[in-house]
């Protein structure tokens, strides 16, 4: 697993479609607000979850397999016992990077990933590393476009 600055940068510059596997519908779940984060910020955004027909506007697929056009990214919001037979699926559909969202580390999805010649990244989040890398993230989390030593009254 590469997760350094310039590899990060990288991936994210490219990779333009992101499928995320376990995308939930609910507005205050961490997949929901990643999702909403990368689609506002230019991301093409595929849900993956076959409890869903639609998520943020978007139609859901309840499988890679069932996606009808190419995937850059797949990002994982499943546990990690889940995570191999995923980055099998990724590396069928020909996606160029499997990402593990923050918690999860399958060291075997991992070696299934970079062994089919794709990027993998694992125990990060997709809005965290974009916001940082990109200047989106300040200390409370979001960029409010203020910059001040002033304290807010």
Known sequence: MRDDIATLRRILSECRTLAVVGLSAQWHRPSHFAA?????????????????????????YPSLEAIPHPV????????????????????????????QQLGVRS?????????AGLDSVADRCVKIEHARLFGGLHWAGVNTGVISARRLR
């Open 72 to 99: 850059d990214l797949v990002d994982v919001f499943r546990a990690e016992a889940d995570v191999p037979p995923i980055a099998r699926s990724a590396v069928a559909i020909g996606a160029r990077c499997l990402w």
């Open 36 to 60: 909403k984060y990368m689609l506002e910020h230019g991301y093409r955004v595929v849900p993956v979850n076959p409890r869903y027909e639609e998520v943020l506007g978007q139609r859901c």
């Open 107 to 115: 060291a075997e999805a991992d070696r299934i990933a970079t062994e």
